[in-house]
């Protein structure tokens, strides 16, 4: 694997004059965008008062139209799909600037360092759908409370709570995983020439793993809050800060990879900064002065019980991944690359999705916090329609011009060849996967992460394994069929224990 990713990489800085146009634009795009955000966002507190609640929650329930459901739909989910769009933008900086310099042992330490800091963080993303699902339940419930200003408190102890989990979960990745990387080297399969510099990316990595924890919780929170303008000013302010830092520390200061990972380390806490300042600004003094039941065991119980549910899930989901970019590599160096290239226009696709899901996570959190049966159906429906369009959006996109995406994205005949041979599995891919991403967000915002757990289950042990085992012979169109069926189990399973989950509301 490390020959294939040197000789991936030497073709890759033959288009560094476009990726540095790409990079400019990006970094231009963002600047803007994230100016206009922090004039435009109110980050004092402005929680609303008992009688605006009451209208709210009136209007609410007296007027569910079909208009008003889609307006809140789309204001939860477009700051959430450009957030999800300008992750990827981090990788094409570190390419397009390590790219460009004499050896390419530094992007590829690089690469297979994000790459663990990507599995450690991420299987730590339940944070966030954990934070998101209490607070837009307690949000609901505030809705049928005589005291509903007491939902300022609610939702201020969540955050709270939530953080010092959050630290100290980074503080342990910080403390312990050190001890582990050069056993985890030693699994990436990295050379000599790069088992180092990849060693030390991940070494400088760790420290920011507090702050992505605690920025998980504080993403979830304010997006429990329908304030996701705030949680994009989060992940722009980061991308930008990383983008800036990236520019001085590779390319000024000749700092390599090492400096790629100091670039991210400061961006993070950076972000997290941000952060805290919303969560100050947007909670009540008061709830500060009951801190010591924060530290109740009992208050915590909820929290990581879910959450418990929901870490497992993860990790299987980026066991499933990983197997299967094992598996492409065990074909050919050509196969793994054009399984890498698919692999990311499938993630674009589902980085979009997922703003719905988002969606689904607070309207059907308010609703089941609420017992609002009949809201909690309609954003249902509402949300599959908008997941529905996308899927199709893409899918046709996808059918039409994906011929030309892959040329924009490789140069390399062979790799392009065996692409376009795979082509159909990312057509159909969308349209597999739209009723999985669907109900992870109902049932997130539900609170019913169990079923997500044992579902994951099914899905991987019952469903994808099997299917590859028995496909073995079909060889990356086998892989790729029990991909499909992977994304296909995890929806109708799913399905199935949908009406049971209506039955609590």
Known sequence: MSEANSLFLNKLTKTTKIRYFVLLLAQSIISLALDEFLIRLNIRNTRPSRSQLMMISNNIENNPNHE?????????AWPMILSGISIPMLGLVDTALLGHLDHPRYLAAVAIGAHVIAILYLSFSFLRMGTTSLVSQSVGRARNSADIGANGANTDNIIYRTLLIAALFGLILTFTIPWLIDSIIVIMNASENIAGLAAEYIRIRLYSAPAAMMTFAISGWLIGLKKTKAALALILLTNLINIILDTLFIVVMDMNSAGAAMASVIAEYSGLALGLVFVARNTQLSTLRQWRSWLSLKAYQQILAMNAHLFVRTLL????????????????????????????????????????????????????????????????????????????????????????????????????????????WLVLMPLVGMLAYLLDGVFVGAGQTRQMHLTMW???????????????????????FAFICFNLARGLSLAMVYPALLRKI
Not at 339 to 364: H, T
Not at 460 to 480: D, M, S
Request: include cysteine; hydrophobic fraction near 60%.
């Open 317 to 424: 989901l980026f066991f499933t991944f990983n197997f299967f970019t094992a598996q492409g590599a065990s074909f050919s160096d050509s196969v793994l690359a054009a399984n890498a290239i698919l692999l990311q226009l499938v993630f674009f696709s589902a980085y979009v999705m997922d703003g719905f899901s988002y969606a689904a996570e607070v309207l059907c959190g308010e609703a089941t916090g609420s017992r609002q049966r009949k809201a909690f159906i309609h954003c249902v429906k509402i949300c599959a329609a908008w997941l529905t369009a996308t899927a199709l959006l893409f899918s046709a996109s996808f059918l039409l011009i994906g011929d030309a995406i892959i040329g924009l994205l490789s140069d390399m005949p062979d790799i392009m060849l065996l692409a376009k041979q795979y082509m159909i």
């Open 68 to 76: 008003a459901s889609n307006a809140k739909v789309w204001a939860i």
């Open 458 to 480: 099914f899905s991987v042990v019952i469903v994808f394994l099997p299917t590859w085992w028995l496909t073995q012979g079909w060889q990356n169109h086998g892989l790729w």
